[in-house]
């Protein structure tokens, strides 16, 4: 229809391409324009601007806990459908200490077996359970404890996550859990919790 309007007025006809006159073709003329424009200028503002990145996590030089940022950016994630088992719900594994580690229920997490540095009388089992105000390494924990067993070894420089909670083997061999505030941290000669 536009070619047939275009031909009454006397108009040129371009093959192939309808004939766009008067105001329609003057505002998409226009509108072509202004986004190009703007897509210019966009790509110029964001070529341009500074590069901000979150604050590091550089850890409390006091602290003797692992740096959060080096576990998960320096170490190999695993898989933590590879650590379950037929002994119990969850997710065990073991460490190059001897540990035997697991996750289950909620992110509860807990390591039995020697607890480098656990104070006298107090049992071979450091964890923490889901209601818990604090980490802990008393007799009763044996108790919250499920009887789970380690198929598989968590290699040195590996992290797993299962439950919102996170468990690495650091590269010297030693053991750290944390979810959210709870935390522990089991080296060849002494073991830190948070909160104790």
């Not at 070619?3 to 040129?12: D, I, K, L, S, T």
């Not at 226009?30 to 901000?52: D, I, K, Q, Y």
């Not at 697991?102 to 006298?120: K, L, M, V």
């Not at 923490?128 to 404890?145: A, C, H, K, Y």
Request: proline share 8%; glycine share 10%; hydrophobic share 35%.
């Amino acid at each position: 229809m536009l070619r047939q309007c275009a031909a009454h007025r006397g108009e040129r006809i371009v093959t192939g391409k309808p004939a766009v006159t008067g105001r329609l073709g003057s505002t998409a003329r226009r509108l072509g324009s202004w986004l190009a424009v703007s897509a210019c200028m966009s790509g110029l503002v964001l070529a341009t601007s500074p590069v901000t990145n979150a604050e590091p996590d550089t850890g409390d030089p006091a602290s003797p806990f692992p740096v959060t940022n080096l576990i998960i950016g320096s170490y190999e994630k695993v898989k933590y459908d590879d650590y379950f088992t037929s002994s119990s719900g969850g997710v065990w594994f073991s460490t190059p200490l001897g540990l035997n580690c697991g996750i289950w229920d909620r992110g509860a997490f807990a390591c039995t077996g020697d607890i480098r540095g656990a104070p006298e009388g107090s049992t071979n089992v450091v964890g923490w359970v889901s209601g818990q105000i604090r980490m802990r390494w008393d007799p009763s924990f044996t108790i919250l404890m499920p009887p789970g067993r380690a198929e598989r070894d968590l290699p040195p420089r590996h992290f797993i996550e299962y439950n919102g909670t996170r468990c690495a083997t650091m590269a010297d061999t030693s053991t750290y859990c944390q979810r959210g505030a709870f935390r522990f941290f089991i080296t060849p000669t002494r073991t830190w919790l948070a909160p104790p």
